[in-house]
């Protein structure tokens, strides 16, 4: 039997939400608001670079969080990715089922909706596309869309941008942490470090105030790269609220991930985020996640840690990390 998606349920006449979308009182956007106007930090990359050390590094050790202008990326090439993303949402189901992923069996990429493990599990109401961007010796194609025909070739170019912006805030992260600018980069793999898209679609919901879209959780990269569409809906966490993240047109969202926090030996924090979907409009995000090769052993970064500062976080390979974190085991 196929997956039952999210796009497919919301399609259809729906008088009640089915009960493993709803979740339990404490969980609900209903009775956990987010503060509204709160700024999260917004930082022009067009600065200079000792006040981008500064700025970069303060956002991410008191938020893990910030959004990025004067990027360097077209705004028009942004707009292409976000209309090759709803094209393949729009395609008939029978075509995009022919992607279809299967995690509990290690494939990844592809069409995705998560599904429970436990009977008491809560689903997110969006479905995904997830593909393996960079580097290109592990790029598989076949598993990318193939329609519409300009899907590749636009994202082979954003991905291009990505790998730029990220070298230079891995370089102002690192020197946040008084290291040469490369040190964050060659923990991570160097130029394997690994890049991937997961395309969040999140559609219509008749009671979203009950529900979630991503449930709260850290990401488990190095670090994600963030664009949305207009629909707001992301949340993040700090000191203990949630702060609703304002859209702001062709901004990067950047969230550190767990592997720069265990690096920087949690001088910048991972943050815990969610998203919440919209009554009438269909939200979407792509978002990129950097991360080391598996085999990568992530640890404190050595210069970092002394008698004053010992380690905070053991030293593992990414794929024992990955593995941990998916079954709830303790890092
Ligand atoms: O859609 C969003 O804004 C957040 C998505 C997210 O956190 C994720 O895919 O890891
Ligand atoms: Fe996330």
């Known amino acids: 039997m196929g997956v039952e998606r999210v796009q497919t349920l919301a399609n259809g006449e729906l008088n009640e939400l089915p009960a493993q979308f709803i979740r339990p009182a404490h969980e609900r956007p209903e009775n956990t608001e987010a503060i509204e ?3 999260v930090p917004v930082i022009s990359l067009s600065q200079p670079h000792d006040v981008l050390v500064k700025e970069v590094s303060r956002a991410c050790s008191e938020w893990g969080f910030c959004l990025i202008t004067d990027h360097g990326i077209p705004e028009s090439l942004i707009q292409r990715l976000q209309m090759v993303g709803q094209e393949f949402f729009k395609l008939p189901q029978k075509e995009k089922e022919a992607y279809a992923n299967d995690p509990s069996n290690g494939k990844f990429e592809g069409y995705g909706t998560k599904m429970t493990k436990n009977h008491d599990d809560k689903v997110e109401w969006l479905d995904y596309f997830f593909h393996l961007m960079s580097p290109p010796s592990k790029v598989n194609y076949s598993f990318w869309p193939q329609k519409p025909s ?6 082979e170019e954003y991905n291009k941008e990505i790998l730029r912006v990220t070298d230079e805030l891995l370089q102002l992260l690192s020197e946040g942490m008084g290291l040469e600018g490369n040190v964050l980069k060659s923990h991570l793999g160097g ?8 395309i969040n679609m999140y559609p219509p919901c008749p009671q979203p105030q009950l529900v979630l879209g991503v449930e709260p959780h850290t990401d488990m990269s190095a670090i994600t790269i ?3 569409n207009d629909v707001p809906g992301l949340h993040v966490w700090k000191d203990e609220k949630w702060v609703a993240v304002n859209y702001l047109p062709n901004a990067l969202l950047v969230h550190i991930g767990d592997q720069v926090e265990i690096l920087s030996n949690g001088k910048y924090k991972s943050v815990l985020h969610r998203s919440i979907v919209n009554k009438d409009r269909m939200r979407m995000s792509w978002a990129v996640f950097c991360a080391p ?9 050595p210069a970092l840690v002394d008698d004053q500062n010992p380690e905070k976080y053991s030293t593992k390979t990414f794929a024992e990390y990955r593995f941990r974190k998916f079954n709830k085991l303790p890092q």
């Open 37 to 39: 106007g709160l700024t």
């Open 150 to 155: 300009s899907y590749r070739e636009t994202t």
């Open 191 to 198: 130029e394997d470090i690994e890049v991937e898209m997961k």
């Open 226 to 228: 963030l664009v949305p």
């Open 293 to 301: 090769p598996h085999e990568a052993l992530i640890g404190p970064v």
